[in-house]
């Protein structure tokens, strides 16, 4: 189906950019805009980004990687063990 008239991106192209990018590196943050440049596009009228953003989301490699989710979390604190 395709998903940006503007660019003629089909969601079968961002799935193939997402599966790629996570074989490439599996700790990067995929991002809408690394898609497009995956398949050197770039994002024109907007109109297309709430079903991107969709289909994005729907594929398993999309997520936040593990490595990534831990950085914000609070350590202990050595001296009250809080």
Request: proline share 4%; net charge positive; hydrophobic share 35%.
């Amino acid at each position: 189906m395709i998903v940006c008239h503007c660019q003629n991106i089909t969601d079968r192209d961002i799935n193939n950019a997402i599966d790629w990018m996570r074989a490439s590196d599996a700790r990067t943050v995929i991002t809408a805009g690394k898609v497009y440049r995956a398949l050197g596009k770039a994002a024109d009228c907007g109109g297309c980004m709430p079903l991107f953003l969709s289909t994005m989301r729907g594929n398993g490699n999309f997520s936040v990687p593990v490595l990534t989710t831990t950085l914000c979390q609070a350590k202990p604190n050595k001296e009250t063990g809080s």
